[in-house]
């Protein structure tokens, strides 16, 4: 499974941007595809997540400002990003939980660059 995400970039505040991640490989049926960030000097954090299912979940830092959305017949998901802040600067990844039974198996993608300028 690859993760390859893209759409970062260099945004005023109060801007929008909406970064893409497209999985190829088996991803299977039962999945959780999500966002996550890292700050400089901070740890990975969680940003928001939709199951197959179509249940959304959100980090309270960014509700009412992200949307998460998956293309399933493109093995893609996104999260559109409105109102950005300073705060939003940050490395974000893309990761896929598969699950097989009680197994869940998880893959990250390699990060795009989001800084909000001032």
């Known amino acids: 499974v690859q993760l390859q995400a893209s759409g970062g970039g260099l945004v005023q505040a109060g801007g929008s941007l909406r970064l893409s991640c497209t999985m190829s490989g088996s991803i299977g049926s039962i999945n959780k595809m999500g966002w996550y960030r890292q700050a400089p000097g901070k740890q990975r954090e969680f940003v928001a997540s939709?199951?197959?299912?179509?249940?959304?979940v959100y980090a309270d830092s960014v509700k009412g400002r992200c949307t998460i959305h998956r293309d399933d017949a493109k093995n893609t998901v996104y999260l559109q990003m409105d109102s950005l802040e300073l705060e939003d600067t940050a490395v974000y990844y893309c990761?896929?939980?598969?699950?097989?039974?009680?197994?869940?198996?998880?893959?990250w993608g390699h990060g795009t660059q989001v800084t909000v300028s001032s």
């Open positions: 939709i199951a197959s299912s179509g249940r959304t």
């Open positions: 990761k896929l939980e598969k699950f097989s039974g009680s197994i869940a198996y998880n893959y």
